[in-house]
Every structure is written in structure tokens, then in C-alpha cells.
């Protein structure tokens, strides 16, 4: 039998608030995370602007020597998991660990530690490379670490798909519990790769925005948007099967109801222009769910600010909603985050799920000038209340052609 899978708890490290409160108040107020980047010089660099993780302080969640014995990423995925456990007041002692499982990816991992890494060898010698560099940088630690800091010994999995990740991470989450596997599960993504190498990938990739002003430099569906903004963070949810919520007691957020996955077998950093494969996928999500696409009532796009992303993902909104396409309120979050990459789907997903409760649906900020080619309702700059919305899509569409969609339901009694 399938069973019914809900969200009990929430954690969040963004560039809006390392707390799921301070991240979700900024999105309903429309504040801009992005700033000029504070992590190193960037007088020889085009891009001058992210959207880093401010005033977070990672001892709050562990000692200084698991600090230092992490990535920053991991960091970000161990405290945002930590939030969450406690939001959900599950208690491993009366649970069985077995049966609770833990699927948290990151799109790039310790990018940070490679770098300086490579750095020391090229400098030192290989003598002096760390002998935590390959616990550091490989993207599977962060599940790793949360699973033993929480002592959950079932299913522990870092799935790698870009910017899709923390998307099909949860996604995956969700069937587990769905079919079976699992009667819970600490789920999301986790992303730090603001650093020299990582921007100076990204820009000579042509992907990011090179405005000198940061408030005005991400703004998705614009005519004039021109690049992403790199974002750090993490944001993990617990899933659980509803039974088991109940019989302890839990509180619930929301409901997981959908999931669609699919590739676009294309190119390997473009989306396909005619949005075939994310439709696929925001189909197969809403057919899940067991609606139609007249009962959407929001949808969080990628919308991450490029020519082609935004352009492209409208096209699929159209595809697959056809008609009810030009009556579904839609908002990039990343106007106000950054692109998180493989946490973006995560952070995004606790979007949906407190825009349900809440009924306020969070805006595209910077939202000036109408593209022919991005016609729909992007929300644009302030948020708009919603108290009957039931139904949510988080879209996440990744390099290498990764689409991957989760569809929530408002919960009611």
C-alpha cells in the first residue's frame, strides 16, 4: 500500500538567515541576499557579487574541531539537518534508526578544500596535502556526518544532479517513505562554493550575471537579466509517513504529494529552448499528486536569470500547463537567494511548503522590464497573500540536462 508522506520539520542556512524563520521573512518582505563578495579580492575578477551566508556561527551546531574537519558545505548541511531534527522533535532513542534515513546531496562538494589543497600541494609538496582532503571534498559527506551527529542508520545516499540535487534528493526522500523503504527521512541539499575557482568557472562559462551592482543583478524573466548570482547555503527538510508523525505527536507543515524526474538528453550546460523534458517532469509531478494543472496554485521556477533558463523554463511552463499556463502565479526566490545549486531545490521546497501555510506566495524581485518571451505572472516584486492556496510546483532544472519537480499540498486536518 502507498502510504502519505508530510513534512515535520524545517532548517535552513541561506544568505537571507541561517534560520528558517529569518530566511522565509525575508522572502515574504522581499529582501536581496546578494552583496559583493566578502570571501576574497575580487579586483581581478568580473563577477563581483554572491549571495554568501552572513552571520552564522557554525559552533552553535557542532565543536570547533568538526569545523575544522569539514568542508564548508558539510557545515552548512550539518546545521540546517540539526535545525530540522529538533524543528521536527523526533527522538532517534524512541525511533527505529533503522527505518530513518538520510539523502542530502551537494552539486560540487568541498570545492573550497580542493582548492586550497591544491594550492598547499602546488606550494609544499604532497607531503603537506591534508590527510582529510578526500573526506573533505568528496559531496557524499555531508549525508555522511548528519547521519552519524543524528544516528540515523537507514538509507544514507548523496544524489549529484547540478542544481537539480536538492530536488531529487527530496524526491527520492519522498518515494522511499512513499513505497516502503522508510518511515522517515532528513532530506535536502547543501552548497559553499563561492571561492575563487568556483566564480571563476562559472564566469568564463558565461553563466553569470557581471553587473557591478549587487541589489540589482539577479532578476529572473527581466528582458535584462544577464547571468546567474551564485549562492550559498543549505536547507534540509524531514519527511515522514503520516502514521508515524501522528503516533508521536508530530506537528506537520505540509504534504508531499508528487514528484517527477526526467532528462533532457541535449546539451551538456543548456536546457533544452523548447522546455520538452521539464514539462515531461512538472507533468509527471502534478500526475503523482493526482491533479490537474488547473489546481496549481504557485509554482517556485528555476528562474535563475540567464537568457536561456528563463526563457526556456516559461516554454515549459506553457507545454505542460497549456492553457492554465497564463493563470498560475510563478516566482524565482533566487531573485532574493542567489542560486544555491544543488541546495537551490531545497531552500526552494521549504518556499512552497511555508507558502502553503502561510497562503503568501514570495515574489521575483528586481522585476522591471517585460520579455516578450517571458510573458506569464512571475509575481513580480511584491509578495502577494493567497490564503486558498493548496498545491505547489518547486522546479529544478540542472546542467547536463537534470529536471526534477516536487509537488506539495497545503496540510489540513
Not at 65 to 79: H, S
Not at 206 to 211: K, R
Not at 241 to 256: C, D, P, Q, S, T
Amino acid at each position: 500500500m502507498e502510504r502519505r508522506v508530510v513534512i515535520t520539520g524545517l532548517g535552513a542556512v541561506t544568505p537571507l538567515g541561517s534560520t528558517v524563520e529569518q530566511y522565509w521573512q525575508g522572502l515574504k518582505d522581499g529582501v536581496c541576499g546578494i552583496d559583493l563578495i566578502q570571501k576574497f579580492d575580487t579586483t581581478d575578477y568580473k563577477v563581483k557579487v554572491a549571495a554568501e551566508v552572513k552571520d552564522f556561527d557554525a559552533e552553535k551546531y557542532m565543536n570547533k574541531k568538526d569545523v575544522k574537519r569539514n568542508d564548508l558545505y558539510a557545515v552548512y548541511g550539518l546545521a540546517a539537518a540539526i535545525q530540522a531534527f529538533e524543528d521536527s522533535g523526533m527522538d532517534m532513542e524512541k525511533a527505529d534508526a533503522t527505518r530513518v534515513g538520510v539523502i542530502v546531496g551537494s552539486g560540487i562538494g568541498g570545492l573550497m578544500t580542493m582548492q586550497d589543497q591544491v594550492i598547499r600541494m602546488h606550494d609544499k609538496g604532497p607531503s603537506r596535502v591534508s590527510p582529510l582532503f578526500i573526506p573533505m571534498t568528496i559531496s557524499n559527506m555531508a549525508a555522511g556526518n548528519i547521519a552519524i551527529a543524528l544516528g540515523a542508520k537507514g538509507t544514507c545516499e548523496n544524489i549529484v544532479t547540478a542544481c537539480a540535487t536538492g530536488t531529487n534528493c527530496i524526491g527520492t526522500a519522498y518515494r522511499d517513505i512513499k513505497h516502503g523503504y522508510l518511515d522517515a527521512c532528513i532530506t535536502g541539499g547543501a552548497e559553499a562554493s563561492i571561492c575563487e575557482i568556483g566564480v571563476s568557472g562559472f564566469t568564463n562559462l558565461t553563466a553569470l550575471s557581471e553587473s557591478p551592482d549587487p541589489k540589482d543583478a539577479c532578476k529572473p524573466f527581466d528582458k535584462e537579466r544577464n547571468g546567474f548570482v551564485m549562492g550559498d547555503g543549505a536547507g534540509i527538510l524531514i519527511l515522514e509517513e503520516l502514521e508515524h508523525a501522528k503516533a508521536r505527536g508530530a506537528k506537520i507543515y505540509g504534504e508531499v504529494v508528487g514528484y517527477g524526474a526526467t532528462g533532457d538528453a541535449y546539451h551538456m550546460t543548456a536546457p533544452c529552448p523548447d522546455g520538452e523534458g521539464a514539462a515531461r517532469a512538472m507533468k509527471l509531478a502534478m500526475e503523482e499528486a493526482g491533479i490537474t494543472p488547473e489546481q496549481v496554485d504557485y509554482i517556485n521556477a528555476h528562474g535563475t536569470s540567464t537568457h536561456a533558463n528563463d526563457a526556456g523554463e516559461t516554454a515549459a511552463i506553457k507545454l505542460a500547463f497549456g492553457e492554465s499556463a497564463k493563470n498560475v502565479p510563478i516566482s524565482s526566490t533566487k531573485s532574493m537567494t542567489g542560486h544555491l545549486l544543488g541546495a537551490a531545490g531545497a531552500i526552494e521546497a521549504i518556499a512552497c511548503v511555508k507558502a502553503l501555510q502561510e497562503g503568501i506566495l514570495p515574489p521575483t524581485i528586481n522585476y522591471k522590464n517585460p520579455d516578450e518571451e517571458c510573458d506569464l505572472d512571475y509575481i513580480p516584486n511584491e509578495a502577494r497573500k493567497a490564503p486558498e492556496a493548496t498545491y505547489a510546483l518547486s522546479n529544478s532544472l540542472g546542467f547536463g540536462g537534470h529536471n526534477g519537480v516536487l509537488c506539495f499540498k497545503k496540510w489540513t486536518e
